[in-house]
């Protein structure tokens, strides 16, 4: 046998191994699922799976106006990244602020929110909020905060539209100071 012969066989052989292994790993997939379905391994994955979320109310729609306010003696700029949303009750959403401290030093400030109508507090569930902690700001610094909510499905009916107010305060002075003897004097 020539090495030209010899050659070639080997050629011919590789071609054929080639072929087998791309049919081989083609014929894999349907062969994986198979093997899942009889093993019960699919049933592991959708039970692992998160949840549909069945409590969304996708037959009302709630109008959600963001505001937001900063108290005379803070120097920040604070505002909602959008103006409204609109959200069904029972819908996880988040919605974006931007706090600018427009100032030259560090400031802390926490805000408080508050609701209009006032009995839409009752039933506004939020998972995320700036408000939970002060903030503390370096001069000039601009930060994005979230807020993740829910609106429970119970909200009546009526109430259409929420207003969603936060207020920025400077929590600065809040620090305990020491206590004065009981004449006046410092001691």
Same mark, same amino acid.
């Given at each position: ?5 010899? !050659?070639?066989?080997? =050629? ?5 191994? %080639?072929? @087998? ?5 083609? $014929?894999? /997939? ?17 039970? !692992?799976?998160?949840? =549909? ?5 996708? %037959?009302? @729609? ?5 505001? $937001?306010? /900063? ?117």
């Amino acid at each position: 046998m020539s090495k030209k012969d010899e !050659n070639r066989g080997i =050629l011919v052989k590789m071609l054929v191994v %080639t072929v @087998v292994m791309f049919g081989f790993g083609y $014929a894999l /997939v349907p062969l994986y699922k198979k093997i899942c379905e009889v093993t019960g391994v699919n049933e592991v994955e959708r039970a !692992n799976a998160l949840p =549909l979320n069945t409590q969304v109310d996708s %037959t009302r @729609v709630v109008t959600l106006e963001l505001d $937001a306010n /900063v108290r005379s003696d803070l120097p920040w700029k604070f505002r909602p990244l959008q103006s409204s949303v609109k959200v069904h009750p029972g819908q996880l959403v988040q919605v974006m602020y931007e706090v600018r401290n427009a100032s030259d030093r560090p400031i802390t400030g926490q805000a408080i929110p508050s609701y209009g109508p006032q009995v839409a507090g009752q039933f506004f569930r939020k998972q995320e909020c700036f408000c939970f902690a002060k903030q503390t700001f370096a001069p000039g610094e601009v930060r994005q905060m979230p807020v993740v909510f829910v609106i429970d499905a119970g909200l009546p009916k009526d109430v259409t539209t929420i207003t969603l107010s936060y207020t920025f305060f400077n929590v600065e002075g809040a620090a305990p100071t020491a206590a004065k003897p009981a004449d006046g004097k410092a001691g």
